[in-house]
């Protein structure tokens, strides 16, 4: 489930998780900015699509980017989506998955796409928002926004 508040610059995804170990639901939450929730809106049809090739059985390894270190990761090896943050290595300049992100299932995927355009409409401040690639002059090399720090 996406929740956003007026006065807030974040989107946040919670979901429930049941813990098999013990008898609980652990509530997950991603506080994901609005500039990158509206590059994920925009990458809603690639990332569907992706998600279906994996889920009739294909081999593929998705990363869509969605700046500044957050990617949309999604694999056959794993059936779910995540939203995960990654940080390049100081020491050996590698991009690696850092610890803040959440994954949903492909089930809540379809869930939130069904979803997805009344909640982006009820948002004002992302009907105004413009994406780094939509101004002129745009470099995506010396973009601070579309590159991994």
């Not at 991603?30 to 998600?51: C, G, H, L, T, Y």
Request: aromatic content about 8%; proline content about 5%; some cysteine.
């Amino acid at each position: 489930m996406a929740v956003y508040s007026p006065d807030s610059t974040m989107v946040t995804i919670i979901r429930n998780e049941v813990v098999k170990e013990a008898p609980y639901i652990r509530v997950k939450r991603m506080n994901i900015p609005i500039k990158r929730w509206k590059q994920f809106s925009r990458k809603m049809e690639v990332v569907k699509d992706q998600a279906d090739k994996i889920q009739a059985g294909a081999e593929l390894s998705v990363q869509e980017h969605l700046g500044r270190g957050l990617y949309v990761t999604m694999s056959n090896e794993h059936p779910f989506m995540q939203f995960r943050q990654f940080y390049r290595n100081k020491d050996t300049g590698e991009v690696q998955a850092g610890n803040r992100g959440i994954r949903i299932t492909f089930e809540e995927l379809d869930e939130l796409i069904v979803h997805l355009n009344p909640f982006n409409l009820s948002i004002p401040k992302l009907q105004r928002l413009t994406l780094c690639y939509e101004q002129p002059g745009h470099n995506p090399a010396k973009c601070h926004e579309c590159t991994i720090k």
